[in-house]
């Protein structure tokens, strides 16, 4: 699996101003699992970061084709709290510091 | 051969009609139950899985995180255990057995080291039928609760 550059979590970082100066951005990746209808992961990315249908639908299908996906960007407790909520929808994803 | 009703959708008062054969109803119980074990057995794959490391780049996650992980288990087990008969779901109760059908899907795809979907290739037909029975109630259960309201 590779790393995606599809800067869709930072669109998300520029467009709601999550980070500060003093703390670096922290990406949350949603991983591709198999077994996860595609419906139960369009609706958890609808519920938790509350995206459109459009937008959690090609994040889905992002993650599905290229193994992961940035699914946000911001501060840290804020991704690590998302990563739990994703945790709960049975999705695995973790948080990483953005680059 | 006897038709069996396999159905979960938003009646007209609102609430979430549940018509399942028996047998589902207590799949749903032995996944909130399976949940509830991973998460009560620290040392076990399931409990990794459940409370995986959330931050690789930290000496530890956030303990709010942590404890929000463990409340929410806890809650959506419960709730599931509670209601796991029921034939009409409030929409939090729906999104319990959701919550529960969805780790418990995932910690089934952790034993079973289901990584790409490939990896779905190597099973047998008993180990796909049961995993499309998490599916389907889960597709069910999403149609539901995305159906409005009636007005």
């Known amino acids: 699996m590779r790393p995606v550059g599809t800067g869709l979590g930072t669109s998300t970082e520029e467009r709601t101003g999550e980070t500060t100066d003093l703390a670096p951005p922290y990406n949350v990746f949603l991983w591709n699992d198999p077994v996860t209808p595609m419906v139960v992961v369009t609706r958890a990315l609808k519920r938790i970061f509350c995206y459109d249908h459009d937008r959690a639908e090609l994040l889905m299908i992002t993650a599905h084709l290229e193994g992961k996906v940035v699914v946000w960007t911001g501060e840290r407790e804020r991704a690590q709290r998302y990563c739990v909520e994703l945790g709960l929808s049975g999705l695995q994803s973790t948080v990483g510091r953005a680059s | ?151």
Do not use: C, K, N
């Not at chain 2, 038709?3 to 009646?11: G, L, N, S, T, Y």
């Not at chain 2, 034939?87 to 059908?101: N, S, Y």
């Open chain 2, 1 to 151: 051969m006897e038709e069996v009703a396999v159905r979960i959708a938003r009646a007209g008062d609102g609430v979430i009609e549940v018509d399942l054969p028996d047998v589902l109803h207590r799949f749903v119980l032995l996944a909130a139950e399976a949940v509830r074990a991973s998460a009560g057995d620290p040392g076990s794959a399931g409990h990794r899985r459940l409370f995986g490391r959330i931050d690789e780049g930290a000496d530890r996650d956030d303990p709010l995180a942590t404890l929000a992980r463990q409340v929410a288990i806890e809650g959506a087990g419960t709730a599931v255990e509670r209601t796991w008969r029921s034939t009409r779901l409030t929409d939090d109760e729906a999104e319990a057995w959701l919550r529960v059908l969805s780790m418990a899907l995932s910690l089934r795809a952790g034993e079973l080291e289901l990584a790409v979907e490939e990896d779905l290739d190597a099973l047998d037909p008993r180990q796909r039928a049961y995993l499309e029975v998490f599916q389907v109630l889960q597709a069910l259960l999403v149609e539901a609760l995305d159906a409005p309201p009636p007005s």
